[in-house]
């Protein structure tokens, strides 16, 4: 994005100031929170965020995988116990008021202009606007897969960070509360490539905070256990393979990453019948 100097990057400004507002001034009492400097605002706005996309997800989630779907998409004896989904719901609010850090440094990072990123669709047009979001999701595939990747393969990284995810490795003790449930610096370090990508790419400053809100609701789902089949996505089905070898499927939304670098595996080629 061209620079427009100290007036375009007000526009970003006025923009998290206004979802600040929103967020913060429908649930706190402004004297609570109008008193903060910007940058403690906006991380206060994305940690409620990040704890409100959770629960909802999580819970309406399990009601209609457990509950109202009961026996459809889990056998009854596959059904996480509370006590699991209690100790994934501790480990993730453990560690969301650090997740929250990672939107509120590129917030910070974008209203200083250090990024490509643009305020209004209009300022490229809807043409430009998908092809950069394309490629950002591509940045972002790449990045995510590779992170996974190293944080198995460094072993290191896997004791102190990553294994603290992987506790849940048995179907019968995932589940979508698992979605989050990451030591804090794994989970910013998987998110960074979300990061990484507006250094890269001129992206639209709003779908980067959604796309980083989506990762909350996506990483519940593929914890679920349900294998949905759907060509080229990366789901459940595929997720629950990598909690049980460790080798394989460390891509994000797609297949591809691991179709590229040789590390898919298919659920359907090694177990016909595992949840269905
Ligand atoms: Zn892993
Ligand atoms: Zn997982």
């Known amino acids: 994005m061209e620079d427009h100097g100290s007036t375009y990057l007000q526009l970003f400004v006025d923009e998290t100031t206004f979802y600040n507002r929103i967020v913060l001034g429908s649930l706190l009492p402004s004297s609570v929170w109008d008193p903060l400097p910007h940058f403690l605002q906006t991380w206060l706005r994305n940690y409620i965020g990040g704890v409100l996309v959770y629960f909802l997800s999580g819970f309406l989630w399990c009601f209609y ?19 699991s989904m209690l100790l994934q719901i501790y480990v993730t609010m453990k560690a969301m008021p650090c997740y929250s850090a990672l939107p509120a440094v590129s917030e910070y990072m974008v209203e200083n ?23 950002y999701l591509v940045v972002a595939e790449f990045g995510i897969y590779w992170m996974h990747r190293e944080l198995h393969d460094i072993k ?4 102190y960070l990553h294994a603290t995810h992987h506790i849940y490795n048995k179907q019968n003790t995932l589940s979508p509360f698992a979605g989050l449930a990451f030591h804090p610096l794994d ?90």
């Open 156 to 159: 290191p990284l896997y004791k």
């Open 187 to 276: 989970g910013i370090l998987q998110a960074v490539p979300h990061v990484i990508a507006l250094f890269l790419v001129p992206t639209h400053f709003l779908t980067h905070i959604l796309l980083l809100f989506l990762e909350a609701i996506w990483t519940a789902n593929i914890h679920d256990c349900i294998h949905a089949n759907l060509w080229p996505v990366m789901g459940a089905g595929y997720h629950t393979i990598h909690h049980t070898t460790y080798r394989h499927n460390y891509g994000h939304y797609t297949i591809w990453m691991d179709w590229l670098f040789g590390t898919l595996r298919d659920p359907l080629d090694d177990e016909p019948k595992k949840v269905m």
């Open 65 to 83: 995988i457990y509950y109202w779907k009961r026996n459809v998409y889990v056998p009854q004896d596959a059904i996480p116990s509370y006590k």
């Open 113 to 135: 202009g250090w990024t490509k990123c643009f305020s209004r669709i209009s300022d490229v047009g809807w043409l430009a606007y998908l092809v950069y979001l394309v490629n």
